[in-house]
């Protein structure tokens, strides 16, 4: 896999270049590694001057991810950390944060929870994931071609090949059919020029006619949209 290659070129390049190999073993640079990749959270992301930071906060690092979060991690100018509440708290309820790239939250749950399995190596099993309807916002939903009219969702949001089924006929689909679906959408957007909004907006044109109007696919293209037009 990609990331084993990556952490043996890292653990080359540490132990073997800079001349670390008496003191570290490839072991425990790997151990290292896969420490900073589960509890580091990202300092600069790099959109600008092609530089990704990242760093590690023994007390930040300890709060637990939630795809709807009540604190929101802040970066300030000398990379120290602030964890700022977005809604009020009550006394005895968990702080927990969201992993996730601030737009992954416009996600559905399947991609949702497939980047924390990835990236995190944790399935999660929050609220807002148990729920087909996502807390009725249908960022997940699909256009039912049966019946016109309902939206296809899945019939077990925490089961990653679960079916999917109709909120207002009795059509149920295969996860493989409305998978394909949307990735054949998310690569047609990833090959676009960049810059030439014309595209962005005849994808969106499409989609309104296959996808609920909340879904994330949708709302990517507005965001991709925005980035454009400013």
């Not at 309820?93 to 944790?122: C, N, P």
């Amino acid at each position: 896999p990609a990331q084993v290659r990556r952490q043996m070129q890292i653990a080359d390049l540490i132990r073997i270049t800079w001349g670390f190999s008496k003191d570290f073993s490839v072991n425990e640079v790997k151990h290292v590694l896969g420490i900073l990749s589960v509890n580091s959270f990202v300092v600069h992301d790099g959109a600008e001057d092609g530089l990704d930071l990242i760093g590690l906060y023994p007390w930040t690092s300890l709060i637990s991810h939630c795809c709807v979060p009540n604190v929101k991690i802040i970066t300030r100018d000398d990379f120290s950390y602030i964890s700022e509440a977005t809604v009020k708290i009550p006394v005895g309820q968990e702080i927990v944060t969201s992993y996730h790239h601030y737009y992954y939250h416009l996600y559905g749950t399947m991609y949702r929870r497939a980047d924390i399995k990835h990236t995190w190596s944790f399935d999660c099993i929050c609220h807002r994931c148990q729920d087909p309807t996502e807390l009725g916002t249908m960022v997940s939903g699909v256009n039912c071609t049966a019946c016109k009219y309902g939206y296809l969702l899945p019939l077990k949001p925490l089961d990653y090949n679960s079916e999917w089924s109709c909120t207002n006929c009795d059509n149920i689909t295969e996860n493989d059919l409305i998978s394909k679906k949307l990735s054949k959408y998310e690569d047609d957007m990833e090959k676009m020029e960049k810059n030439k909004p014309e595209l962005i907006e005849l994808l969106l044109r499409q989609l309104r006619y296959i996808l609920h109007e909340n879904h994330y696919l949708i709302t990517e293209c507005k965001r991709r949209l925005i980035d454009i037009y400013g």
